[in-house]
């Protein structure tokens, strides 16, 4: 079939589908849709007897695990809930190694006996589910001939209802653990990671005198970036179609350098794309709060409201998956691949994160009184710390074939992890370590010789964009997550490597008080050290700069580059250590994810890999082919030595990629040493397939060129 511009037209149209939402009066109460779709504990307090919503907030507030009874009663009140709301089949919903979410659903119905059926749903089914785990990764963890794995409901992440035009479905978040209790999912490291960081977080406060907080929960708020294209252009392309990202495509004339689309007007397709999206979200009780169009063609964002770091995640794999399901009923699809054009800005997802304690105080909220400001500065040093301590972890869980394109491609933050302070805090830091005392010091800071109490001014407008790890007034943001990523590795790891250092500088804390100095004093030398021992993570300038690169090396800070050289972050002996300390993984567990991570990175190129061959042998070729003879047909001999060269250029190229791809070239006993070949040998065997493609897309003729372009996928909306 060849491509003729008519398809760009037929691609320029849209109608919503099923009919416009409307408008209606929000003042009123009935058209609140929030939470609607939400077990929430609003619903719990209506539904259930008073004594059992009672029992169950102790039980939840106390972390115990639910008695029989209990289960039962909620597990009543959810089924009726749930079939009111046109529910027939539940399931746990449940993240495994993956990256993705899993379900299986199950029918609330059982036959009677009597040619009848009924609705049932105990408090066992609530509870626990025992999905057949052999057909999900699990790294060596669970031998094939024991499959059994179970699902645990977590009831602090609500459950919900999702719909579907001919029915719904209850959703109830789950844990997903082999029958030996090793986490094979997401979701449990990261509990237990919160779970670690609280404790850490209470025993400190308690040395700044705060007996009344009880739990310090971390908090996530990810802002995404998507592209949108027609989906025309891509079911036109079998590379968008198997891998997320087009293999092929020559840079476009047009690309973000005017600068024309960032914060400009959305438009109305993209708008009423986003309003049915939100709606939906709303309606599931995810908070999203704020939408732009981002830097490339056809690329925008979406950011929530933060909520407590697992309840976020779970938004934050919904969110996913509700925006790429609503695109469908625009004609549009949602990309969510790190780098779905090649010269073109990636997407990124930044991960917005701080702690908060159960009495609402921000942990990284510079105070208005100097004793807030300790304690700000106190858990300020102990995310240095902890980031300078395990750059290597950081990066490690931030790492997958995508990122590879992205991190150091001076649209995102490079691989080399770093923290920006802001001028201000830096100054504070360093004049801290001074040992200084004056007007904007930190003796001043401190309070110290001062009978006004200065507060720490904090400018949002402070920032670097190039940073991968920013402070932005009273949260840090980690920008060097990729946009299809879960949250749960990265928070993981920021939540156990920071319970560690506030651990650490607290039992410091804690000998000098016995000792009987005073806080401040107590605190300046400890945060002085810190400073001093962990001031090579803090850089304020272009993170993108050929001059970064090089002072970064000579700080000693790590540059993993690609996905292979971080992943071992994640077994070395700090992390196992580490995390076997906390209680958050064990080395099986640690191991058996490092395990999966390298194979999908070796399985995922592999995939691209083989869909580029594929594609230009038997689509770029014989346009390519056809074109050539078209030139010799019409006697330009001259235009036919240029894309004769370009084509043998392109079928050399065609050969030493299948060559890379062969089986017997790659080396199978061994995951590190097979994902190693995979970077060197397929990669670039890729990358020079698609050099010489890149260069025929301009030279062929237009209607004989297969696969849409840049300018068209990138510019018609
Ligand atoms: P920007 O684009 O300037 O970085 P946005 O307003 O788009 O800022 O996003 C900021 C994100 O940070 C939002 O998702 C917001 O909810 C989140 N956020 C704000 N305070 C906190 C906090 N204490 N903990 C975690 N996330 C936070
Ligand atoms: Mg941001």
């Keep these: 079939m060849p491509r003729i511009r008519q398809q760009n037209v037929m691609a320029a149209q849209w109608a919503p589908n099923g009919g416009a939402l409307g408008a209606p009066d929000l003042t009123s109460p009935d058209n609140q849709v929030f939470g609607e779709n939400v077990f929430s504990p609003a619903i719990q307090r209506q539904r259930l007897p008073k004594d059992v919503f009672r029992r169950l907030q102790q039980t939840l507030a106390r972390g115990d695990a639910l008695d029989t009874s209990l289960a039962d009663a909620v597990a009543l009140a959810m089924k009726e809930w749930a079939l009111e709301n046109g529910a027939t089949h539940y399931t746990h919903w449940f993240q495994p190694l993956t990256g993705s979410t899993a379900e299986k659903h199950d029918s609330f119905y059982a ?107 971390t908090t996530v708020g990810p802002e ?31 690309g973000h350098e005017l600068d024309d689309h960032y914060f400009g007007s959305i438009p109305e397709r993209i708008l009423a794309y986003m309003l049915e999206t939100e709606r939906e979200l709303a309606r599931l009780g995810v908070p999203v709060k704020t939408r732009h169009n981002e830097v490339a063609p056809n690329q925008y964002e979406l950011a929530p409201v933060f909520e407590n770091s697992n309840v976020g995640s779970d938004h934050q794999q919904l969110t996913m998956q509700v925006m790429q399901n609503v695109a469908r009923r625009y004609g549009l699809m949602c990309l969510l691949h790190e780098k779905p054009f090649a010269g073109v800005n990636g997407s990124g997802k930044h991960n917005n994160w701080s702690m908060s ?29 902890a980031v300078n301590k395990h750059q290597g972890l950081l990066r490690a869980s931030i790492a997958s074939p995508g990122q590879d394109h992205r991190l150091g491609a001076n649209e995102a933050p490079p691989a080399i992890i770093s923290i920006f302070l802001g001028a201000e805090l830096e100054n504070v830091f360093e004049a801290i370590e001074r040992g200084e005392a004056g007007e904007s010091t930190p003796e001043s800071f401190l309070g110290l010789g001062t009978p006004v109490l200065p507060p720490l001014p904090m400018h949002g407008g402070d920032r670097n964009r190039t940073s991968p790890f920013a402070f932005t007034g009273n949260k840090f943001e980690f920008r060097a997550l990729g946009s299809s990523m879960s949250l749960s590795l990265p928070n993981t790891v920021l939540n156990t490597i920071v319970a560690e250092s506030i651990d650490y500088l607290a039992e410091e804390l804690e000998n000098a008080l016995q000792g009987g100095a005073e806080l401040e004093e107590a605190l300046r030398p400890i945060l002085q050290r810190s400073y001093a021992d962990n001031k090579q993570i803090v850089f304020g300038g272009d993170n993108y700069s050929e001059e970064w690169y090089a002072e970064a090396e000579e700080r000693g800070l790590l540059n993993l580059r690609a996905t292979p050289e971080a992943l071992p972050y994640i077994v070395a002996d700090d992390t196992v250590s580490l995390f076997s300390n906390y209680g958050v993984l064990s080395q099986r567990e640690l191991e058996s994810r490092y395990e999966v991570s390298l194979e999908q990175y070796g399985t995922k190129i592999n995939i691209e890999s083989e869909t580029a061959a594929a594609i230009a042998k038997t689509m770029l070729l014989p346009s390519a082919a056809r074109h050539l003879a078209l030139l010799r047909e019409a006697g330009l001999s001259e235009l036919a030595v240029e894309s004769d060269d370009l084509i043998k250029e392109l079928v050399s190229a065609i050969r030493a990629l299948e060559s890379a791809n062969l089986e017997e070239n790659q080396p199978h006993d061994d995951v590190l040493k097979h994902a190693e070949y995979v970077r060197d040998e397929v990669v670039p065997a890729m990358g020079a397939v698609r050099e010489a493609a890149d260069r025929l897309e301009k030279v062929v003729a237009d209607d004989l060129w297969p696969l849409p372009k840049y300018s068209e996928i990138l510019f018609i909306k």
């Excluded at 998507?226 to 990202?245: A, H, K």
């Excluded at 304690?375 to 710390?385: G, R, S, T």
Aim: proline share 8%; net charge negative; aromatic share 12%.
């Design 224 to 254: 995404q970036e998507y592209f949108l294209i027609d989906e025309q252009y891509y079911f036109e392309r079998p590379d968008l179609v198997t891998t997320g990202r087009t293999l092929f495509g020559a840079k476009p004339p047009k």
């Design 357 to 385: 304690t159960d009495d609402g105080e921000n942990l990284l909220e510079p105070g208005d009184t100097p004793h807030e400001n300790l304690q700000f500065l106190f858990f300020c040093a102990a995310v240095m710390q």
């Design 111 to 217: 036959p009677t006996g009597e040619g009848s059926a009924l609705a049932e749903f105990s408090g066992k089914e609530l509870i626990q589910g025992e999905p057949d785990a052999s057909s999900f990764p699990t790294g060596g963890i669970r031998a094939t001939f024991e499959a059994r794995g179970y699902t645990a409901w977590d009831p602090t992440s609500p459950a919900f209802i999702l719909e579907n035009p001919n029915g719904a479905l209850l959703c109830i978040p789950t844990a997903f653990a082999s029958w030996t209790g090793e986490a094979l999912d997401h979701k449990i490291p990261l509990l237990r990671s919160m779970d670690a960081l609280s404790k850490a977080a209470i025993n400190a406060l308690k040395l700044f005198g705060n007996m009344t907080a009880s739990r310090v929960f």
